[in-house]
């Protein structure tokens, strides 16, 4: 499994709309889990294949912590088909803005239908972090990313400190 290389802002990369999927095959396996691996190399718990470069309808996450064992899950084509009027605050933070947070406010649930790693259609109810962490990666799929809903001022610092990073990693 690879170590793929990560996109960050302000790459115009992360504005893209994904496409959809049209089938799972042994080679969108492949690149899931290579997606995986570079997730849990970062370490990160969400990653959409637009953060690695391909615009395709892709996500993957695992929110086990450190006392439990792995538990990934791969999200194809996922659609958000219900969402709670009640609201959730999170701290989010992104593997395309390092090192950055913002308290973002979500739907506390939603519902998502998507096809899972075997391509078959699947639906869940999400709450909690799960709902918090679904929501945010399906809006990469759209070309969002969290801190599009911040302040232009707070936006414009972030992505000067993710610049400044990014160059010293170089
Ligand atoms: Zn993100």
């Not at 239908?113 to 909690?128: K, M």
Request: proline letters at 6%; hydrophobic letters at 40%.
């Amino acid at each position: 499994m690879a170590i793929l290389p990560i996109v960050t802002v302000p790459d115009p990369l992360l504005k893209t709309v994904s496409t959809p999927v049209e089938m799972v095959d042994d080679a969108l396996r492949a690149f899931m889990n290579d997606m995986l691996n570079t997730m849990y190399n970062a370490p990160g718990i969400g990653l959409a294949a637009i953060q690695v470069g391909r615009p395709i309808r892709v996500l993957v996450m695992d929110l086990s912590d450190e006392q439990t064992s792995p538990d990934p899950k791969y999200y194809i084509n996922p659609v958000v088909i219900w969402t709670s009027e009640d609201m959730a605050v999170y701290n989010e933070g992104c593997l395309s803005v390092p090192e950055q947070y913002a308290d973002i406010e979500r739907p506390a649930e939603c519902k998502v239908t998507y096809l899972d790693y075997h391509g078959a259609e699947q639906e869940i109810h999400a709450t909690g972090l799960l709902a918090t962490c679904i929501q945010h990666e399906i809006d990469h799929l759209n070309g969002i990313v969290f801190i599009d809903y911040i302040s232009t001022l707070k936006r414009g610092i972030a992505v000067r400190k993710v610049k400044k990073l990014v160059k010293e990693e170089d």
